[in-house]
């Protein structure tokens, strides 16, 4: 490691911590440069207390997606505050992380080293920024989709710009029929996502263990109500019908004309080719943090 290098991970580290610079500057060195082991090793030490400005909870920020022809790449970038997610340096930051998360198709191991504009990697870019901001700043999650069979759409809401917001959706569709015949309903149904969100494509797709905590649930509502068991029977299976079709994209209803659903508005699209709905992410911001 060059002595200029050394220099500015110290200096790094002891606007994190708060540390001394020699003791900076060990960790450094038996780290190798690694900021986040040297924390750790501070505090084993004792030296560094756990870092108020890091156990803070981070559920603001951004969503950014980025296109490039048929590949659309998706990032949330959290921050304590909504004033900081609407920062110049922190919109710009959140942009070019999705155009390196479409590059590095999606990988985080390898979206966290790649090197940016600024030629220093995303991890040391990140600190950069923690450092500047005075917040705890988190990469949250990403997401990739390709395809040459498929047709994939991006939508994006309470966006700051474009494909910068709150809200991100990637849909991709398998067909052969061509985009501009389904472009429309490729951005409604991306919105329907946005809006509606679903846990999973179908029944058979939505996880086991979800399902089991919603009978759970059900039956213990249920379990007091003085009712015969076979009554209640009843009543429990249409409670989690329900919650199928409310969490199922293709049962819930088509937000355009709520008397149908959306396997319905699939099946009346003129043309002999079929529609499938092959996978989707929805990032909303900060939830389930």
């Known amino acids: 490691m060059s002595s200029n290098n050394l ?15 020699k003791d900076c500057k060990n960790a450094i060195s038996e780290t190798k440069g690694d900021i986040e082991k040297s924390i750790e090793l501070l505090r084993k030490k004792g030296i560094a207390k756990a870092n108020k400005r890091m156990t803070r909870v981070a ?62 990697k995303v991890e040391d870019s990140l600190i950069d920024l923690i450092s500047k901001i005075g917040e705890k700043i988190t ?3 990403c997401a990739f989709i390709e395809g040459d069979t498929n047709i994939n759409f991006s939508y994006t809401h309470s966006s700051i710009k474009k494909n910068v917001g709150k809200l991100g959706v990637l849909l991709s569709l398998a067909t052969t029929k061509p985009k501009n015949e389904i472009l429309e309903f490729g951005k ?18 939505l996880d086991q263990n979800i399902l089991k905590k919603e009978k759970e649930i059900i039956d213990e509502e249920l379990k007091n ?65």
Request: glycine share 6%; aromatic share 6%.
């Open 188 to 205: 409604q149904l991306a919105m329907q996502v946005a809006a509606s969100s679903p846990l999973s494509i179908d029944r058979n797709d």
């Open 139 to 141: 990469i949250r999650r």
């Open 59 to 120: 559920s603001e920020g951004l969503v950014s997606i980025y296109e490039e022809g048929n590949k659309f790449s998706m990032i949330e970038i959290n921050s304590e505050t909504d004033f900081v997610a609407k920062n110049d340096e922190f919109i710009k930051f959140s942009e070019e992380l999705a155009i390196i998360t479409l590059k590095e198709n999606g990988k985080m191991e390898k979206i966290m080293s790649s090197e940016m504009k600024n030629k220093k």
């Open 225 to 289: 109500s003085g009712k015969d068991s076979k009554i209640t029977d009843k009543i429990a299976l249409g409670k989690l019908n329900k919650f199928i079709s409310e969490n199922t994209l293709l049962n819930q209803e088509w937000i355009m004309e709520p008397k149908k659903k959306v396997k319905d508005i699939i099946n009346e699209i003129p043309g002999k080719e079929k529609i499938e709905i092959k996978k989707f992410f929805r990032f909303k911001v900060g939830e389930g943090v």
């Open 7 to 21: 220099l500015e991970k110290v200096k790094q580290l002891r606007e994190i911590t708060g540390v001394g610079f």
